[in-house]
């Protein structure tokens, strides 16, 4: 079984306020990209990696990250809205691929053990994501900032990164989405617009997406204790 895994990370960091595309800020002295692709080096279920940036991105990626990774076999440009940049790493990859697994790149917390069950669970369900249950108070806001009802939370899951798929079928919700011009907020929201099942998987609380300011100063605090407890404290460990 081969797998590989598709890094979507061409956004331009708008949230984060900065001129620098928020995956190459610093986090512990590094780009941030560079320590969630350290992550699928080490995860020994993962044999490559397709990074995908902004097409300005491209060149500098192949000088200066590609050379320090070695699972990183291409790096490419990425299209207008994430759903494209993941569906032009997806026909990068060699018909040799059986399982792909898409992590965002500025999720730099996610633990080597998380991404191998996502990919046996989409070994055997066709389709698997990382998510934890919504634990804080749901409520309905209107246009005018008004709360209209409050929502029961049961049930109710906040969807994470690695999003893994057995590669035919991911392609052919890719297929489905162009014919009908359909965009989704992720990539499990394509097989459920196919009509196909997705299972989850318990995520972390650590595993954060870093958008905006506040991100960040939450992941340095996170990456100290990684340093100061050793790799295996990354992610479930922590929490």
């Known amino acids: 079984m081969k797998v590989s895994a598709i890094i979507p990370a061409a956004g331009m960091g708008v949230r984060m306020g900065s001129d620098v595309p928020k995956q190459f800020l610093s986090l512990d002295g590094k780009p941030i990209l560079h320590h969630t692709l350290s992550v699928l080096d080490q995860c020994s279920i993962v044999d490559e990696i397709v990074l995908v940036v902004s097409e300005k991105e491209v060149l500098k990626a192949q000088q200066e990250i590609q050379s320090v990774h070695p699972k990183l076999k291409k790096v490419i440009a990425g299209g207008k809205e994430r759903q494209d940049s993941v569906d032009n790493g997806l026909q990068s990859l060699d018909s040799e691929t059986d399982i792909v697994v898409i992590h965002d790149g500025v999720r730099p ?47 109710l899951w906040r969807v994470q990164t690695p999003q893994t798929f057995q590669v035919p079928l991911l392609k052919e919700a890719f297929e489905k989405a162009r014919a009908d011009n359909f965009y989704g907020t992720d990539e499990s929201s394509l097989i ?31 990456a100290a204790l990684v340093k100061a407890n050793g790799p295996q404290s990354r992610a479930e460990s922590l929490s």
């Open 109 to 155: 917390f996610v633990s080597p053990d998380l991404i191998r069950e996502t990919v046996e669970a989409a070994r055997d369900f066709g389709s698997a994501i990382a998510a934890i249950p919504v634990s804080d108070t749901v409520k309905k806001v209107n246009e005018d900032a008004l709360v209209e009802r409050t929502i029961d939370r049961g049930g």
């Open 192 to 222: 459920e617009y196919l009509g196909r099942e997705v299972k989850v998987i318990p995520g972390s609380e650590f595993n954060i997406k870093i958008t905006r300011s506040e991100d960040l100063v939450l992941a340095e605090t996170i």
